[in-house]
Nanobody, 115 residues
Framework: QVQLVQSGGGLVQAGGSLRLSCAASRIIFSINAMGWYRQAPGKQRELVATISRGGSTIYADSVKGRFTISRDNAKNTVYLQMNSLKPEDTAVYYC?????????WGKGTLVTVSS
């Protein structure tokens, strides 16, 4: 099993930056992939960014060039640096880990971008 503890998020003005953190309960190198998803009010959960065990990254088109996913293996933590935030980035952001053939989720953290 993998427990994921999220931190970061909050309220920011458009154009601002935030960083989300996701600390895993086990060595992240043993996890196939980790990522961030988000769910806006009235919408389905969508992929934001993922990073594989090998370090390959995938981004949603809507965040390319503005968000960066990274990880610190020594801290078993994955980060999402969000720059040039827009009101449409407002959502609950969830950390995800895919390991042992299963998906694990953090509890979610709210990001609100005001115009």
């Amino acid at each position: 099993q993998v427990q994921l503890v999220q931190s970061g998020g909050g309220l920011v003005q458009a154009g601002g930056s935030l960083r989300l953190s996701c600390a895993a309960s086990r060595i992240i190198f043993s996890i196939n992939a980790m990522g961030w998803y988000r769910q806006a009010p009235g919408k389905q959960r969508e992929l934001v960014a993922t990073i594989s065990r090998g370090g390959s990254t995938i981004y949603a088109d809507s965040v390319k060039g503005r968000f960066t996913i990274s990880r610190d293996n020594a801290k078993n933590t994955v980060y999402l640096q969000m720059n040039s935030l827009k009101p449409e980035d407002t959502a609950v952001y969830y950390c995800n880990a895919f390991a042992d053939g299963m998906d694990y989720w953090g509890k979610g953290t709210l990001v609100t971008v005001s115009s």
